[in-house]
C-alpha cells in the first residue's frame, strides 16, 4: 500500500510540473492518468493494487494524519514563528515531557495494576492527543497571532516527537527478542523512525524544489496545477518513508 502512494504521489508531482509543456500537444491530462492506469495497474505491470482490506483503512487513517499535519505546516505564518519561536520551543521541550510525567504519575496513582512501561506507554500516547476544542483556540482572532501560531506548531509536532518515544516503551513493555537484547531494538526503531522520516522528506524535498524550480522557469506549470506539487510531494514522501521502513 506504502508502495501505491508513492507510485501515485511520484507520478501526480511529475505531471503537475510538466502539465504546462503537455497543454501544448495534443495529449490532456485524461489521457495521462488514463495511460498512467493502465501502465501500472494489472493490466500493465501490475504494480498498482488498489484493494482496500483491514491495512488499506489502517493506511488511509494514517494518510489523512499526514495530509492534517502537513495543511496545518503549509498554514504556518514563518514570519511570525520566527520573531516568536520561542514560545512552541517552549511547549514542545518542556511543557510536552512535562506532560507526560505529569501523565505518567496520574497513571502510577490510578492504575497500580498496571506496569510502570505500560503506564509510560499510556501517558505518551495521551500527551500529544489534541482536544477538538481546541480549535475555537486556534482560529479564534481574539487571541494573540502569536499564541495561535504557536499552538498551532505544538499540534503539529507532538505527535511526530511522541512517536519514537512510545516505539521505545513499547520494545521495552513487549521485551522482543532482538540481537543484542531489547535496549539494542528499542534504539534501532526511534533511529530508523528519526532518520528514515528526516532523510526522506529532506532528500525528496529538495529534489522536488529544484524540479519544481527548473520547470517553472521553463514555464511548464501552469496556474492550474500549480496547487497539487506540494501536497503530492507530501503524499510521497509519505509513502516512501513508510515503504522503505517495512522493508
Known amino acids: 500500500m506504502y508502495a501505491n502512494l508513492a507510485i501515485l504521489g511520484t507520478f501526480v508531482f511529475l505531471y503537475s510540473i510538466t502539465s504546462g509543456r503537455l497543454e501544448r500537444t495534443p495529449i490532456n491530462g485524461a489521457l495521462v492518468f488514463i495511460a498512467f492506469g493502465l501502465a501500472f495497474g494489472p493490466l500493465g505491470l501490475d504494480l498498482l493494487n488498489m484493494d482496500v482490506e483491514a491495512e488499506g483503512i489502517s493506511t488511509l487513517a494514517e494518510l489523512t494524519l499526514a495530509v492534517l499535519l502537513f495543511a496545518d505546516a503549509a498554514n504556518a505564518d514563518l514570519d511570525k514563528l520566527k520573531r516568536f519561536s520561542q514560545i512552541p520551543m517552549r511547549l514542545l521541550l518542556i511543557g510536552l515531557p512535562l506532560t507526560i510525567l505529569l501523565g505518567f504519575g496520574v497513571g502510577a496513582v490510578l ?33 494573540p497571532s502569536n499564541i495561535r501560531e504557536s499552538l498551532n506548531v505544538e499540534s503539529g509536532l507532538n505527535d511526530g516527537i511522541c512517536v519514537p518515544v512510545l516505539f521505545l516503551f513499547l520494545a521495552l513493555v513487549t521485551k522482543a527478542g532482538a540481537e543484542g537484547g531489547t535496549s539494542l531494538l528499542a534504539v534501532k526503531l526511534v533511529a530508523e523512525e528519526i532518520g528514515i522520516g528526516a532523510g526522506v522528506g529532506v532528500g525528496l524535498t529538495l529534489l522536488g524544489w529544484f524540479l519544481l524550480k527548473r520547470f517553472g522557469d521553463r514555464g511548464w506549470v501552469t496556474e492550474t496545477w500549480l496547487q497539487l506539487p506540494v501536497p503530492a510531494l507530501a503524499v510521497a514522501c509519505f509513502g516512501v518513508a513508510q515503504w522503505i521502513s517495512i522493508r
Open 111 to 143: 492504575f497500580g495494576e498496571l506496569g510502570l512501561l505500560e503506564i509510560a506507554v499510556l501517558a505518551t500516547m495521551l500527551a500529544p492527543t489534541d482536544a477538538a476544542l481546541g480549535k475555537a483556540v486556534v482560529t479564534n482572532e481574539a487571541v
